[in-house]
């Protein structure tokens, strides 16, 4: 740099003062510690063990959380309008459940996929109804979600049933390649979905009202946005992506089990928790939620290529983390206020 | 009230008429479906019966249900009660097995304190985050529910442990006075809490920190002090619970030993008449509401349905009892009713 001082409007001299003076926007600074804390997991993971850093190794860990993407996308929406759904646990083992029974009657692959769909959201819009037209607490109503989702079920069978249509291992295991590595067309979807969710909460009306009603609904409603229909609306999308989820997982695994996916809220929850979003309501991401179950799902890598470390201590782990967010989020919320 | 209201119009108007006529409703389907199913006989010195192992199967979710209750009370709520369950049974299950001799009566003793013990530290823990750092319940249990299960599989180190103490699993299978033990217990518990909150000024202080915690504060009442209680006390009931759940197999499995009893418990709370928005609470309609889940388990395999389709039962109770509290249904039913508006405002509790 040379010595001649340059006036602060002059675009070479402010690129520089630019960059080092950045400061990325507040809200954006829980995105940028989910990424850091994924970028450092993975970093850490890459310096003890060999293999780690093979790019097939991110693919990989977009393959085997495809499932649990889309439904952090769905529970980005319920959590941004400060609300909750306990019930996409128990229907993504309905929709794995309804997808090997009516491939068992002899149902097209196509009939099936939308009869899973069509129940997922159709689930989904009873509890937003449920929830917006008798004031019933999303929890509450979330839970006799879970456990008719549940209860259906076991009603279709109590028995694990496989998957053998060839239309659905064909879709299982379709790849692409991109250089040297693969990844799993359930992955693309996945992508997809946040691509889709990320446009939709930045650039329609909905998605800010989404916002807004995750601010404060009263104020949201005395602004005359449509209230009512974005928050059923919200319930209808996590249905929706519970379902897609759950066809994602039957993909994954194959068959249809009511025992599939018991807790699979709770890792819902807590990727989105992780990816900064408020559970209070009207901040965050559907990208954050996507790190958020990168970093679930790196820690799941990182015990596994250990070898010594026994599976339930992802569960401790997640807890921890959970709980350094909350606390995180708590102290930022209270100072701003 | 202006007049003194004769006592059907009491009976109408008491809290407890709906969940008490939904269990015997419950029992009269019972009934119709299986004439002997209230029949009770005496049986190796004790009673013998449905009745009877209803009331021992009710007593873990009683136990939640109970601690629940105080917490919803101060609009809270605790989701960690099943994860808490597992790790009084996983601590328990290794103590007993630790100790030198595994049969005794004072390991029995030793192992569940210990394991009573470290559930209140964990209630108390909740009551930290929720009372000092003012974390949302919710969000505040979610952790321990989350990691709860973890820490449990750490405890038994993944195994499902089973151990050999007849005192434990009297807990879970034992009489006394020809009663079940375990719904003694609860019910035991049942009766002590109701003295400590109606004798004294606990019960209604913790109302006061639901209905509105800024307020009772201003008021002087120590609503920090009295969330940590709380929370401690679901920690105790939770500790309990899970104990009588790992008697009564003689093992702990860290998976699934307590697995949705939360809801359960709350399904109880919510039964017996208890708002989930916080303040008023009754612990004679939590006792019902178990009783209730109990019977409820028992019920559809008794009619011939699988058991497992238990969980579709409970999703309609759940809809239909917060149908009947939410104000908007109730609106509804009132427009649809036109005949005696006043007399159903002024039956309905504020």
């Not at chain 1, 109804?129 to 109503?141: G, M, N, S």
């Not at chain 1, 309501?281 to 070898?307: E, P």
């Amino acid at each position: 740099m040379s010595a001649i001082t340059v006036p602060p409007s002059s675009d070479r001299a402010s690129t520089w003062d630019r960059v080092r003076t950045y400061r990325p926007p507040n809200r954006y600074l829980p995105i940028i510690a989910t990424a850091a804390l994924f970028l450092g997991l993975f970093g850490v993971g890459g310096m003890r063990y060999d293999g780690l850093t093979d790019p097939q190794v991110l693919m990989s860990l977009l393959i085997d959380n495809a499932f649990l993407i889309v439904l952090g996308v769905g529970m980005t929406f319920v959590i941004l309008t400060g609300g909750i759904d306990l019930s996409v646990g128990s229907v993504v083992a309905l929709s794995t459940m309804i997808a090997a029974k009516t491939l068992e009657l002899g149902w097209s692959p196509y009939a099936s996929m939308a009869a899973v769909l069509a129940t997922g959201t159709l689930l989904g819009l009873l509890m937003g109804l449920l929830i917006h037209y008798f004031d019933i607490q999303p929890f509450i109503a979330t839970l006799a979600g879970l456990f008719l989702a549940r209860g259906i079920t076991y009603l279709i069978s109590v028995e694990s049933i496989s998957i053998k249509d060839p239309t659905f291992t064909e879709l299982a295991f379709r790849t692409v390649y991109i250089g040297d590595y693969y990844i799993r067309w359930t992955a693309i979807i996945a992508l997809a979905t946040v691509a889709v969710a990320a446009y939709v909460l930045a650039r329609t009306r909905f998605g800010r009202t989404v916002y807004a009603i995750g601010g404060n609904e009263a104020s949201a409603m005395l602004m005359g946005l449509r209230v009512a229909a974005t928050k059923v609306g919200v319930y209808v999308i996590s249905g929706f992506c519970a379902a897609l989820a759950g066809l994602l997982f039957s993909l994954y695994i194959l068959s249809g089990n009511s025992l599939h996916a018991i807790g699979m809220e709770l890792d819902a929850i807590a990727a989105v928790v992780i990816g900064g979003t408020l559970l209070t309501g009207g901040r965050g991401y559907v990208l954050g939620s996507l790190l958020g179950v990168l970093v679930l799902g790196i820690i799941k890598t990182l015990i596994s290529f250990d070898g010594t470390l026994s599976s339930y201590w992802i569960r401790i782990i997640t807890g921890v983390l959970l709980l350094a967010f909350v606390i995180v989020q708590r102290f930022a919320t209270r100072r701003r206020a | 009230m202006p007049e003194n209201p004769t006592l059907v119009q009491r009976v109408l108007r008491h809290q407890l008429l709906w969940p008490v006529l939904a269990l015997l409703v419950l029992l009269l389907v019972n009934v119709v479906a299986k004439p002997s199913f209230l029949d009770v006989r005496m049986q190796d010195g004790h009673l013998y019966g449905n009745v009877i192992d209803i009331m021992r199967n009710s007593a873990p979710v009683m136990l939640v249900a109970l601690g629940m209750t105080l917490v919803i009370a101060t609009r809270g709520i605790d989701l960690s009660v099943g994860a808490i369950a597992a790790i009084a049974a996983a601590v328990a299950c290794t103590r007993i097995i630790g100790a030198g001799d595994e049969a005794a009566l004072s390991t029995a003793v030793m192992a569940m304190t210990y394991a009573i013990v470290v559930c209140i530290v964990l209630g108390a823990w909740n009551g930290l985050l929720v009372s000092v750092l003012g974390i949302q319940p919710i969000i505040a249990t979610l952790i321990l529910m989350v990691a709860g299960r973890g820490i449990s599989m750490a405890i038994t180190d993944g195994q499902i442990t089973t151990v050999n103490n007849p005192w434990f699993s009297d807990l879970a299978s034992g009489f006394v006075l020809t009663l079940p033990l375990a719904f003694l217990v609860a019910v035991g518990m049942v009766v002590f809490t109701a003295l400590l909150t109606r004798r004294t000024a606990l019960g209604m202080l913790i109302e006061a920190v639901g209905i509105n915690p800024e307020a009772s504060r201003l008021a002087g009442v120590r609503a920090r002090t009295i969330i940590w209680t709380v929370y401690g006390f679901s920690g105790l009931c939770a500790g309990l619970a899970g104990l009588v759940i790992a008697a009564n197999t003689n093992s702990v499995n860290a998976n699934s030993l307590g697995l949705w009893i939360e809801l359960d418990a709350i399904l109880a709370v919510v039964i017996g008449g208890t708002s989930l928005m916080g303040g008023r609470f009754s612990l004679a309609g939590t006792f019902i509401g178990a009783l209730f889940i109990a019977t409820l388990a028992r019920t559809i395999p008794n009619i011939g349905i699988p058991s497992e389709v238990n969980y579709l039962f409970k999703a309609v109770v759940v809809i239909a009892v917060c149908l009947l509290q939410s104000p908007k249904a109730r609106a509804l039913l009132r427009v649809r009713r036109p005949g005696a508006p006043t007399l159903v405002k002024a039956g309905s509790p504020a």
